[in-house]
């Protein structure tokens, strides 16, 4: 007899929470806020349905995890590549369509100019 937990609303709301930070902290760091508004209409990052057990939904978060680490450190680093795809396959195995590649990344890093985005989070915010 085999056992298995299913996965818990708080966990669906971490892994929302990850894809909310990726579009908000993430995506503007390296896209065009046109081009993001794209990867929304093609519902990138964006889970179709519930995850089935625990292990599951801990597999995603950690993938998340991962390739938010990644994506932060600065510079990118090749050393990373191997992680990142091994990561992105896990979120595909899962069914969160993740059409990037990590060489995308260092491209548009560079060619990206520092400006504001409608989607990154105020600054002050917290002041008000």
Same mark, same amino acid.
């Given at each position: 007899?085999?056992?298995?937990?299913?996965?818990?609303?708080?966990?669906?709301? *971490?892994?929302?929470?990850?894809?909310? $930070?990726? $579009?908000?902290?993430?995506? +503007?760091?390296?896209?065009? /806020? *046109?081009?993001?508004?794209?990867? *929304?209409?093609l519902k990138? %990052?964006? +889970?179709?349905? /519930?995850?089935?057990? %625990?292990?599951d939904?801990?597999?995603?978060?950690?993938?998340? #995890?991962?390739?938010?680490?990644?994506?932060?450190?600065? !510079? @990118?680093?090749d #050393? $990373?590549?191997?992680?990142?795809?091994?990561?992105?396959?896990? %979120?595909?195995?899962?069914? @969160?369509?993740?059409?990037? *590649?990590?060489?995308?990344?260092?491209e548009?890093?560079c060619?990206?100019? !520092?400006?504001?985005s409608?989607y990154?989070?105020? /600054?002050n915010? %917290?002041?008000?």
């Amino acid at each position: 007899m085999k056992i298995v937990f299913a996965s818990t609303p708080s966990q669906a709301e *971490e892994i929302n929470g990850l894809v909310r $930070y990726i $579009y908000s902290n993430i995506f +503007p760091n390296f896209f065009s /806020d *046109e081009e993001i508004r794209q990867f *929304e209409d093609l519902k990138i %990052l964006h +889970p179709f349905e /519930d995850f089935n057990t %625990l292990k599951d939904a801990f597999q995603v978060m950690t993938s998340m #995890q991962t390739l938010i680490s990644i994506l932060e450190s600065s !510079p @990118l680093a090749d #050393q $990373y590549e191997a992680v990142f795809n091994k990561n992105v396959a896990t %979120l595909k195995e899962f069914g @969160l369509f993740f059409p990037f *590649e990590f060489e995308q990344f260092i491209e548009a890093k560079c060619m990206k100019n !520092p400006m504001l985005s409608i989607y990154t989070r105020a /600054d002050n915010e %917290l002041i008000i």
